[in-house]
């Protein structure tokens, strides 16, 4: 059936929270509202006012309130809104979520999810554009999952519900309304597996959230001139699924990173390092990088689309890796 | 029972405090709460608080510095124990030094040569050169061997009349007080000698094993042939042209700068096939040319200066900080006093005037002229001036001894009679040590700056860079200048950059008005 | 006499718990066997003696860096603690966590933060449990006067009591932050009670070096709560009598003020209660310090010959399986 990707996260929650009475959300405008875009909606109607809550604008306490309930039970789906409003709750989730079980013992378990829409579009300007996990693969004992597709987004999202660890599961924004097969009824994805969006000969272009649609139309644009990328969606930023990327590297020898956040300490920073490290003599030239300038992220939207990377930025990376002088 | 009292741990840090006072005296009465002691962490003064009831007995000293758990005395539970825990003195006395007993074990046909200790801080020499060839007859008192130690060439006198023996080679690096060769009395006991498969003579059964003569350096490794110069190449290209044995030279690098990748192995390896020879493992690849390495091991002054120069950035928190003054009037100055050479009975150069101006600088800032061992900072009244001298077997550092007594011409003599017996190796034992600070001109050379490294355990080093004309602004007008850096690096665990700060302000002041430096 | 003897004997048990173990690890840390920083608590213990003498089986637990000795009083066993405390792999993190994350699960504790004030919210999510499963049970939560001006006591204050969840937020008030005194650092003369208005919770002070005092204010709060009126603030007044940390000299403050509060030792205060109404006689409550004390030593040399953590233990508790 074709879904949205938001009906799909929107199904994700719906179904677990029928198969399973611990799971509740709460946050901001999650309940008559039915969350700012809509994720949420009918979900009050259906579970009533104990398991769907509003909260107060107090993202310190959503996490808390969500890290204090899972330790004790429940299975905890918190809502921040934006991915921006993550850093206000940093401490809560770098020090609190990600370290409470290695801090305190095997008998703390701490299943819950952390769901934020992120990314630009629209011109929501510097403080509602964000990509953030790049800032949280810096905190061990998180998982960081960042869906591209309405089939991967509710699978995933399942898994993370089911899973005994802290997930931060990041939607974006851009991709809400995008379609795509969802199978009807249950299915799971499992954490830590990258899927390979488009498979290819010459080049590997590892990209993340948005950047996987624009990676697959570089790839299109590219087929015509003759070069085949292999499109990677990792799908799961930790844990990191190394080895679907080392089989594709050992085929293309060639590798680009493409994401939305900023370049500097990002995620293609990561990478890059980590595939030189490991993958070194099977690298035919230097790891590729694209993502979002080193700025702000601007108001402006011909200089929003200016400052995030799109297809033809990729394109002209993975030109880059095969570029000879003769 | 009496109970030990340990320095406490006092906050995050703490790993060792030191004792400030006592409050109360030796086998005084004390109480479990008592503050009896005050001790300094790294951040406060603490008061000790007493752990137990009775007579204290103290051992660890005011200004003893103690680590947190270490004893720092007792409490004893009553007088009588308190007498006993004072008569007893240390606990068991330590175990009396006595070497073991070494038998002489010289056979009487045969003597053990052995490295001589030549000077105060040598450990080990190397051997420049045996004078004499394997088996010659020789006389005590022959000179039969050159070797170096860390500072100079020294002439290896032979102790026993007799037939040479020799088991260490040129170029060996040798420890005082190993053995180098022997020295057979007869011709019988030097065949006897020669004859034994260990080349150890006989009458030594239990000597120590024979020193393991240095590996021969290996058969030069078959290096890349690449000849001058780093070779771009991807980690792939690299793998495929190994596997295929083909000399990264023989590839040439298509990729962004020159880069050698994977389609340039593939394409040389097309080429080659449709070669009338083809290329096989069996026969080497076309040759570039190949790079002769030569090996020189780090012996005498060398090694010296490497284990030195290590060592002091090993252990020392160094900085160097640097400040360009205007030595205009300073060379003017110096003009002057060269016009006056016949009258002053020397030629001054630059480079005493700046070490003139370094020792008064010093007189100042008496911090900067001391030596610091790790514990104690030592600060000297008189000035020892090491001088840097760039000597063709390596660097030497002679000691103007009492520079701060001297005048200019005093000074300039100290200086040339070091710097000319550094060149030619003729420093004595003593003359590089003893310094308290050094200085360092590199100004002969087209340096504007370095940053030099400490000559342990002094604690600064200063550098003169050469002078260059400039344009610079003299009150507010644009003029050609000769500006000049000079570059201090401290150790900062000694003094901070306050104190550095005026030390180069102050040098600015003497070298930018000259005449204040022989006032 | 309104509470049995039993009840006493019980409150002063964990009064003393407290007490000797905060004693305890301030004697070992000086003695270089603890890693990192501790915090003594001595002279607050009457603030956890009390309130948790409101507790019932079911009930959830957040206490604070400061005492953490309260994790005694909650059953966490000694051996865990001193594991934890010393670094070693007896510990619940095995030795990983820390000293301030000294604590037992199946106790109801929920676990602290050394980041205070972010884990206030904590107990909301408890209490969150506690509403959902619809038993009468309270979430309690511990924090100091130098916490109480934090951004997250606030949200997670306010969220308690708009979703009325059964907190009771205990402002342990011992009129330091560090060096900041309480008069300096909070605005009013009550940091936990006097904001409460804010959120319409209900209110009371005690006074701390009281036990009795604090567990009387505690239960009228405790009762309401468990009858199903939302959240409270107690707010208990002590004095640190130490540094914030073991080396921490306090020359901030007049000694003369600290030798007052001193004399308000709410360990004697009770000795001397229960000795009064013939609760204890002298003799027994030196059999129970002994008695306490020889149970920690043991406790300490089971930590001390407890293995240190593996590279292995280093892992194993980053993620669940």
């Known amino acids: 059936m074709q879904t949205t990707y938001l009906q799909a996260v929107g199904a994700a929650l719906q179904e677990e929270m029928r198969r399973d009475d611990k799971v509740l959300i709460f946050g901001e405008d999650v309940a008559e509202f039915g969350n700012i875009f809509g994720v949420t909606r009918g979900m009050l109607e259906e579970f009533g006012p104990q398991r769907v809550r509003n909260t107060s604008i107090s993202e310190t306490a959503i996490i808390g309130t969500a890290l204090g309930a899972a330790v004790t039970g429940l299975r905890p789906v918190a809502e921040l809104m934006y991915a921006d409003f993550t850093m206000v709750a940093f401490s809560e989730i770098f020090h609190c979520v990600a370290k409470w079980r290695f801090m305190h013992g095997e008998a703390y378990k701490v299943p819950l999810v952390i769901r934020c829409a992120m990314g630009s579009s629209f011109g929501a300007g510097a403080e509602h554009s964000n990509c953030v996990e790049s800032l949280f693969m810096h905190a061990p004992g998180l998982t960081i999952i960042s869906p591209t597709t309405p089939y991967d987004a509710k699978g995933l999202l399942k898994s993370a519900i089911r899973s005994d660890n802290p997930v931060l599961f990041c939607e974006h924004k851009q991709l809400y309304q995008t379609k795509g097969e969802v199978p009807d009824g249950d299915y799971t994805i499992p954490i830590g597996v990258a899927d390979v969006k488009r498979p290819g000969t010459d080049v590997t272009v590892v990209a993340v959230g948005l950047m996987v649609r624009r990676a697959l139309e570089a790839a299109e644009l590219l087929q015509k001139e003759g070069i085949s990328v292999e499109v990677i969606d990792p799908r799961t930023l930790v844990p990191f699924d190394k080895e679907t990327v080392f089989q594709s590297l050992r085929k293309t020898h060639h590798v680009v990173v493409a994401e939305e956040s900023n370049k500097t300490a990002g995620i293609g920073a990561e990478l890059a390092a980590m595939i030189q490290e490991e993958m070194y003599d099977e690298l035919d030239g230097p790891i590729g990088r694209v993502a979002a300038l080193d700025i702000p992220i601007p108001y402006n939207i011909a200089l929003e689309k200016y400052v995030i990377p799109d297809a033809g930025r990729i394109a002209e990376a993975v030109r880059a890796q095969l570029a000879r002088n003769c | 029972m009496s109970v030990e009292l340990v320095m406490p741990r006092a906050g995050l840090t703490m790993v060792e405090g030191t004792i400030s006072a006592w409050t109360v005296p030796e086998g005084a009465a004390v109480k479990k709460g008592d503050a009896i002691m005050e001790f300094e962490n790294e951040k406060n003064t603490i008061e000790f608080a007493c752990t137990h009831d009775g007579y204290l007995h103290i051992t660890a000293q005011e200004g003893d510095v103690v680590a947190v758990g270490a004893p720092i005395g007792y409490v004893a539970e009553s007088q009588a124990e308190y007498q006993a825990l004072c008569g007893g003195a240390a606990p068991a006395a330590s175990p009396a030094e006595t070497a073991p007993p070494r038998s002489s074990g010289a056979a009487a046909d045969c003597t053990e040569l052995v490295m001589p200790r030549a000077g105060l801080t040598m450990v080990e020499g190397t051997i420049s050169a045996w004078t004499v060839p394997e088996g010659a007859a020789v006389k005590k008192g022959d000179a039969i061997m050159e070797f170096e130690n860390e500072k100079n060439t020294i002439e290896f006198t032979c102790t026993h009349d007799g037939y040479l023996h020799i088991t260490a080679q040129e170029g060996d690096v040798v420890a005082v007080g190993a053995p180098i060769g022997y020295v057979a009395a007869t011709q019988a006991a030097y065949d006897a000698l020669c004859g034994s498969p260990d080349s150890a003579p006989a009458a030594h059964p239990a000597a120590a094993p024979a020193e393991v003569p240095a590996a021969a350096p290996a058969e030069s490794q078959p290096v890349p042939a690449a000849a001058g110069g780093r070779v771009r190449i991807t980690g792939l290209a690299r793998k495929m042209a190994k596997q295929h044995q083909i000399p990264l030279a023989a590839l040439r690098g298509t990729g962004p700068n020159g880069r050698i990748i994977a389609q340039d192995v593939k394409d040389y390896l097309e080429a080659a096939a449709k070669q009338p020879v083809p290329v096989s493992a069996a026969e080497p690849a076309p040759q570039a040319a190949v790079d002769e390495v030569k090996q020189i091991p780090l012996t005498g002054i060398r090694r010296a200066i490497a284990k030195n120069m290590y060592g002091s950035l090993q252990e020392m928190a160094q900085c160097t900080a640097a400040v360009e003054v205007d030595v205009t009037d300073l060379l003017a100055y110096r003009q002057k006093l060269v016009d006056d050479q016949d009258f002053l009975g020397c030629k001054v150069t630059v480079n005493d005037l700046l070490s003139m101006a370094t020792v008064k600088m010093l007189k100042k800032h008496p911090m900067a002229n001391a030596t610091f061992d790790g514990k104690t900072i030592s600060v000297h009244s008189s000035v020892n001036l090491s001088i840097a001298v760039a000597a063709e077997a390596g660097l030497m550092v002679p000691v103007v001894k009492g520079a701060d007594r001297m005048g200019l011409v005093e000074l300039h003599q100290a200086m040339k009679d070091l710097a000319d017996r550094a060149r030619d190796k003729r420093l004595r034992d003593g003359d590089q040590t003893g310094g308290t600070f050094t200085v360092s001109n590199v100004g002969m050379f087209p340096i504007d700056w370095s940053t030099p490294i400490i000559n342990p355990p002094q604690v600064a080093i200063l550098g003169f860079g050469r002078s260059v004309k400039k344009m610079a602004v003299v009150n507010d007008e644009p003029k050609i200048r000769s500006m000049m850096n000079m570059f201090l690096t401290f150790d900062h665990r000694v003094f901070d950059g306050l104190e550095v700060g005026r030390i180069l302000a102050d040098m600015k002041t003497l070298v930018e008005n000259p005449e204040l430096i022989t006032l | ?321």
């Open chain 3, 1 to 321: 006499m309104q509470y049995t003897a039993e009840f006493l004997k019980g409150v002063y048990r964990d009064l003393l718990s407290v007490r000797l173990f905060e004693e305890k690890q301030v004697e070992i840390y000086a003695l270089g066997k603890v890693p990192g920083h501790i915090h003594s608590g001595i002279g607050e213990e009457a603030t956890y003696a009390g309130v948790l003498a409101t507790r019932k089986p079911g009930d959830y637990f957040k206490i604070t860096h400061r005492p953490v000795g309260a994790s005694r009083i909650l059953g966490t066993p000694l051996e865990t603690m001193f594991g934890e405390l010393m670094g070693r792999s007896t510990g619940n993190a095995r030795g990983l966590g820390g000293v301030l994350h000294m604590v037992s699960r199946e106790n109801g504790m929920v676990g602290f933060s050394g980041t205070l004030g972010c884990d206030i919210a904590v107990a909301d999510g408890a209490a969150l449990s506690i509403q959902m499963a619809g038993t009468d049970n309270v979430s309690y939560v511990f924090y100091g006067d130098g916490t109480s001006s934090r951004g997250p006591v606030h949200e997670a204050m306010n969220l308690a009591a708009i979703w009325k969840l059964p907190v009771l937020f205990i402002c342990n008030n011992n009129q330091f932050a560090i060096s900041t005194a309480a008069s300096y650092g909070v605005p009013v003369a009550n940091p936990g009670a006097d904001r409460a208005a804010a959120y319409g919770m209900p209110a009371r002070t005690a006074d701390a070096t009281d036990a009795l005092a604090v567990y009387d204010a505690a239960k009228e709060l405790v009762d309401g709560i468990r009858a199903g009126s939302g959240p409270a603030v107690l707010d208990c007044k002590c004095y640190r009598w130490r540094g914030h940390f073991e080396g921490d000299q306090a020359k901030y403050r007049d000694p003369a003020v600290t030798e007052e509060w001193r004399k308000k030792d709410c360990v004697a205060i009770m000795e001397a209660r229960l000795q009064e109404w013939n609760v204890l006689t002298a003799e027994e409550i030196q059999r129970i310090r002994d008695e306490i004390n020889s149970e920690m030593d043991q406790a300490i040399a089971f930590a001390e010959a407890s293995p240190e953590p593996t590279v292995e233990d280093l892992y194993r508790n980053l993620y669940a399986d």
